[in-house]
């Protein structure tokens, strides 16, 4: 069963949960962040049941639902008929891939009004599959991205499939070194876009990292993300 856990003192909720993408599991990862005045923005939403919602309503009143890349889209709908009153917000480009997915708002680099205060966020485009929107949450001074870095090797709290292991260590030479997902490998595409994007988050100075897909970063977190994304910075 899934837990929601406490990461940042009654600002912060992380809850991992099981998917299936490409023929491998993995692990994907909610973060819940309460706004001052106990609201609820829901980030990569997960698949929820009734004992999941008795442990989110216990920490705030849900509010924003948000997909923020162009593969965490899957179980917006969930969320939606759970919260039926919250607003949606999707990453660019999912308004066409999901075209079934109601929503209220597109996101972009500035950020909504209810939580401009709290939160700040860039649109990461220009690249050839991949888009996403980096969320960062002043008051921790945590960054939450969903696929500009994974983070799977020896400390996976998951057991890793023999494909997983295949694809990480021989192909994509990801194993216990962290970089973007294989999508953004595949075409970084106007990097002089990407990279005005990368140095905004840079620019934030991040102690800490949530990750959809691995093990989060903290500790030396633009030393991590100037290595994994060295093929855009230093061109």
Same mark, same amino acid.
């Given at each position: ?74 179980? +917006? ?6 919260? *039926? =009153? !919250? ?5 660019? /480009?999912?308004?066409? %891939? #999901? ?70 260590? +021989? ?6 070194? *962290? =970089? !973007? ?5 595949? /075409?970084?595409?106007? %990097? #002089? ?43």
């Amino acid at each position: 069963m899934e837990q929601l856990t406490e990461y940042i003192k009654d600002q912060i909720w992380l809850l991992e949960y099981p998917v299936r993408f490409g023929g491998m599991d993995l692990f994907g990862r909610t973060t819940f962040i309460k706004l001052e005045n106990g609201d609820l923005i829901v980030h990569d939403p997960c698949k929820i049941n009734d004992l999941v919602k008795s442990k989110i309503d216990e920490i705030g009143v849900v509010k924003y639902i948000i997909a923020p890349g162009s593969y965490h889209h899957l179980f +917006v709908t969930d969320f939606q008929q759970h919260y *039926p =009153k !919250a607003e949606t917000f999707l990453c660019p /480009g999912l308004e066409k %891939k #999901r075209p079934d997915i109601k929503f209220d708002w597109i996101l972009g680099n500035r950020s909504d009004h209810r939580w401009k205060d709290t939160i700040e966020q860039v649109f990461v485009s220009g690249t050839k599959h991949i888009w996403e929107v980096a969320f960062f949450h002043n008051p921790s001074k945590t960054l939450i991205l969903v696929d500009l870095l994974e983070n799977i090797g020896d400390n996976y709290r998951h057991k890793a499939s023999l494909l997983l292991q295949f694809w990480w260590k +021989v192909i994509f030479r990801m194993w216990n070194n *962290p =970089k !973007a997902a294989p999508e953004y490998q595949m /075409g970084w595409g106007n %990097k #002089r876009m990407v990279r005005i994007a990368l140095e905004k988050i840079l620019s934030w100075d991040a102690e800490r990292v949530i990750i959809a897909h691995g093990e989060n970063i903290e500790g030396k977190v633009n030393n991590t993300l100037c290595t994994a994304w060295k093929k855009v910075l230093n061109t």
